[in-house]
């Protein structure tokens, strides 16, 4: 019988983290599941050996080292099964992070695995080093401080590897721009805003010509991504929470519990609690 969870668990760091900075550097031979969960900061997972089978946000990965895993505190994940690896894995909570590199970060969220060539894990595994051995000087009066900034100098290297295996900003076109703005306001704000009008009205634009943007660069429509993100949080609190369907209604924005209830219904093929009772059995 599962226990009562009225929320998604979090993994919180422990209290000798740095103050909102966790790192470390693991090697495991066999399996120690966890249940699936969140982060209370971002989380970098650099895969040095092995191969690793992790889910996130129900979507599924097989990664190989020399990889790299980026989660937002946001998504929940757990490991599959995992075959002898050795993880460096870094979590930085807001706070902690250049206010540039935080924007950045929720910009390429969600991001896939990050399959890493020689040259760039040699970089990456010397600037590991560097934060793992100030994490450990405890006693160094600038302590904190050269940890903080070390682990930054990581998360915008890591950054950048991210977005190199996508299209630059600099090369988006107008539609683009207007989409990914489109797509930051609703990760702020899917509980909140339901009308493609409203965000429009946020981004000065007409509501006719966000859509064209949005389906001109995604292929879905504004309707369609608002549905989508509403949805994927219903799934997340579904599976990992033991709120009621009237609860997560009300959570997601909507007053209409029959309404919200037609709407998961038609995205995905089930009820909300066929949804639960079949991932769960």
Do not use: W
């Not at 903080?148 to 590897?161: E, G, H, P, W, Y």
């Not at 721009?177 to 489109?182: D, G, P």
């Not at 989508?228 to 997560?248: F, G, M, P, W």
């Amino acid at each position: 019988m599962r226990k009562n969870n009225q929320h998604i668990p979090v993994n919180t760091m422990t209290e000798n983290s740095g103050q909102g900075i966790s790192i470390d550097k693991i090697s495991l031979d066999k399996p120690d599941f966890t249940h699936s969960h969140r982060d209370d900061g971002h989380t970098f997972h650099i895969i040095e050996k092995g191969v690793i089978h992790i889910e996130i946000d129900f979507q599924k990965y097989e990664i190989h080292a020399p990889s790299v895993v980026y989660m937002h505190p946001d998504q929940v994940h757990r490991i599959l099964d995992f075959e002898k690896i050795t993880v460096c894995s870094l979590s930085v909570r807001d706070e902690n992070l250049n206010p540039d590199y935080l924007e950045l970060l929720e910009g390429i969220t969600p991001a896939k695995p990050l399959q890493l060539n020689n040259e760039t894990n040699s970089t990456l595994s010397d600037i590991f080093s560097l934060c793992y051995s100030f994490s450990v000087q405890k006693n160094n009066k600038l302590h904190y401080y050269l940890l903080k900034d070390s682990c930054n100098t990581l998360v915008a290297f890591l950054i950048s590897q991210f977005l190199d295996q996508n299209k630059t900003e600099s090369n988006f076109s107008r539609f683009e721009i207007m989409a990914k703005s489109f797509k930051q306001l609703l990760e702020k704000n899917y509980s909140t805003l339901k009308s493609p009008s409203a965000y429009a009205d946020q981004l000065n634009i007409s509501t006719a010509y966000l859509n064209e943007c949005v389906k001109n660069t995604t292929g879905s429509s504004v309707s369609q991504h608002i549905q989508n993100r509403v949805v994927l949080e219903a799934k997340r609190t579904l599976y990992h929470s033991d709120k009621s369907v009237k609860q997560i209604s009300f959570e997601l924005g909507y007053d209409d519990y029959s309404y919200f209830s037609r709407l998961f219904t038609k995205a995905t093929g089930m009820s909300a609690l066929a949804f639960r009772n079949k991932n769960h059995e």
